[in-house]
């Protein structure tokens, strides 16, 4: 998608000019010769970038960068002016421009800080985001004994830099609780890097873990990074460490024992400072017996042990982890009745946390806006047995009354599970949830 550049000036042969040079280099140039025009157009669609003049027929460029950073837009600004010094230079750059040029344009200056003016913006855009999620990723701990121990045990984690075991059934929330550690530390300016040890094997595995050089296989025609390399001074996540092969298991010790290791291909010892989380649903005492495991690899990374049990094994927690679950998706607890309550309440949760918002999102989305959640939206855990097809009716029905019905059965069928559902559908998950909205607002669903 070509970038999209407002252009605010009252000079007719200065945006001639602008828009002839940049229209060829790939840019879509939107035109404004006022600020109620270009208010106008900001409210119609949304700029990667905006060029402004200062002294505008209607009032001044500054106020309405003012405006923009007030009410916390991070689009670019670049501010031109005929009439350029160093005070009006330094106020534009304290009202939110970022960058300040004068007339008469130069045109490959004015390209090469529109460049660096759109990277800037997405860097902006991609931390902000970034700084949401991780506001979003807060953690129930729970009232229970057990979990207030793991509160404590997870507090004095985040206090320093020794490796960490999470263990527990899958589905407890293992990751959320890594990556919440990560983010209360001293390295959560850095990277926390993710890795499932279970979807790799052997030579692949150690080849995400540490890198390649060029030329180290066949198809590798340039150095590759490594995960340990990516995770220097953050946090390196090892989800399922009990299915990383024997062979990546002694690299990976001699990386922990030494702080260096080598890329495929390379003979250059390499260094990396990053703080070890790994979490597993086996049982590694096990195996260890059996020889699946390194015992000397289970012994560094099982300095602080944190184990999180099963839902089953805590029911207390479960009306304010449902209300905690709500909440992250939008609703609150009005949104169920007595009925749906002794549902949820009752029930074993064998997939934990991960199925329970599976099934509350599910049921959500199958809910019309403002209304409570029906009992037959929980077939799929009512007594424990699987959802029962949905079947159309006899009676002839709309298209929209069949699609709406197919949805409902499909995911029905995968318990709520949206990215099965979405699969099984042949639609990407954005659209299966663009649909289903669709058809809700339309009293489909």
């Known amino acids: 998608m070509k970038p999209q550049i407002l252009l ?14 940049f229209s060829k280099d790939g840019y879509q140039i939107s035109e404004a010769g006022s600020l109620a025009e270009a208010t106008r157009l900001m409210a119609e669609r949304r700029f990667d970038l905006i060029i ?35 005070p009006l230079a330094v106020e534009a750059m304290q ?27 997405t860097l902006k855009r991609q931390s902000m985001a970034r700084k949401r999620m991780e506001k979003q990723l807060g953690i129930f701990f729970g009232a229970t004994p057990a979990m207030q121990e793991v509160q404590q045990v997870a507090r004095m984690a985040v206090d320093n830099a020794h490796p960490v075991l999470i263990t527990g059934e899958t589905g407890t929330g293992k990751g959320m609780l890594a990556k919440w550690i990560h983010q209360q530390g001293c390295r959560a300016q850095y990277e926390f890097v993710e890795l499932n040890c279970s979807s790799l094997r052997g030579e692949m595995l150690s080849r995400e873990l540490f890198g390649a050089q060029r030329g180290a296989y066949t198809s590798a025609d340039q150095d590759r990074r490594g995960l340990v390399d990516v995770a220097d001074r953050g946090s390196l996540f090892l989800d399922e460490i009990g299915d990383m092969s024997s062979e990546v298991q002694a690299q990976f010790l001699k990386l922990l024992e030494d702080k260096t290791y080598r890329r495929l291909g390379d003979v250059k010892l390499l260094k990396s400072d990053f703080r070890l989380i790994c979490a597993t649903h086996r049982d590694l005492h096990a195996f260890c017996a059996d020889g699946q495991f390194r ?10 042990h944190i184990h999180l049990p099963p839902l089953r094994e805590r029911r207390e927690d479960l009306p304010a982890i449902t209300s905690y679950l709500l909440n992250l998706l939008g609703a609150t607890d009005q949104v169920l009745t007595d009925e749906v309550r002794g549902l949820l ?47 159309l009716s006899a009676e002839p029905q709309t298209v929209q009354q069949v699609e709406t019905a197919h949805i409902q059965a499909v995911l029905a069928q995968h318990g709520g599970n949206v990215d099965k559902a979405a699969k099984a559908l042949n639609l990407s998950r954005a659209t299966l949830y663009r649909r289903l909205k669709q058809l809700r607002d339309e009293g489909g669903c």
Request: charged share 20%; hydrophobic share 40%; net charge negative.
């Open 8 to 21: 605010i000036e009252d000079c007719a042969v200065t945006r001639f000019g602008v828009v002839r040079y």
């Open 52 to 86: 402004i003049d200062v002294n505008l027929p209607d009032g001044n460029g500054l106020d309405l960068i003012r405006a923009e950073r007030e009410a916390q837009n991070l689009v670019p600004i670049i501010v031109v002016t005929g009439a350029g010094d160093i």
């Open 295 to 304: 015992q000397d690899l289970f012994y560094r990374i099982n300095l602080i």
């Open 345 to 391: 309440f009752s029930y074993d949760w064998p997939g934990n946390i991960r199925e329970m918002r599976n099934v509350l999102e599910r049921a959500l989305l199958l809910t019309p806006p403002g209304g409570t959640l029906r009992q037959s939206l929980f077939s799929c855990i009512n007594g424990g047995q699987r959802p029962c097809p949905i079947h």
């Open 95 to 121: 009202c939110g421009a970022d960058n300040f040029l004068t007339k008469p344009l130069d045109m490959p200056a004015l390209s090469i800080s529109l460049a660096k003016s759109l990277e800037l913006g």
